[in-house]
Nanobody
Framework: QVHLAESGGGLVQPGGSLRLSCVVS????????MGWFRQAPGKEHEVIAG????????YYADSVKGRFTISRDNTKNLLFLQLDSLTAEDTAVYSC????????????????WGQGTQVTVSS
């Protein structure tokens, strides 16, 4: 059974930073592309970052490009998302997700995501 568990969310002031973590079990982590998506209140899910199994390719949504950084540690089955220069528009629940990487694009695998961690950006 695949299990993904996020941590690291919290309340941060505008301009601040957070580092999210996701520990994965039940999946051959080192062979799987991974990513992050978020859902803000009243909005659709937004895939914001992806990374191939070996870290050779990454993807960022325009809304976070240049501010967020995805990384992974295959020795510990860990996925990370560094969030910098946060704004109120980044307030959302952030979830990690297993993905497929095909023809240069990332596709979330249905059902392979965690419960999420809340990020709130407010002064």
């Amino acid at each position: 059974q695949v299990h993904l568990a996020e941590s690291g969310g919290g309340l941060v002031q505008p301009g601040g930073s957070l580092r999210l973590s996701c520990v994965v079990s039940g999946l051959t982590f080192g062979e799987s592309a991974m990513g992050w998506f978020r859902q803000a209140p009243g909005k659709e899910h937004e895939v914001i970052a992806g990374i191939t199994f070996d870290g050779s390719h990454t993807y960022y949504a325009d809304s976070v490009k240049g501010r967020f950084t995805i990384s992974r540690d295959n020795t510990k089955n860990l996925l990370f998302l560094q969030l910098d220069s946060l704004t109120a528009e980044d307030t959302a629940v952030y979830s990690c997700v297993a993905m497929e990487f095909a023809q240069g694009d990332f596709y979330p695998r249905a059902g392979y995501w965690g419960q999420g961690t809340q990020v709130t950006v407010s002064s």
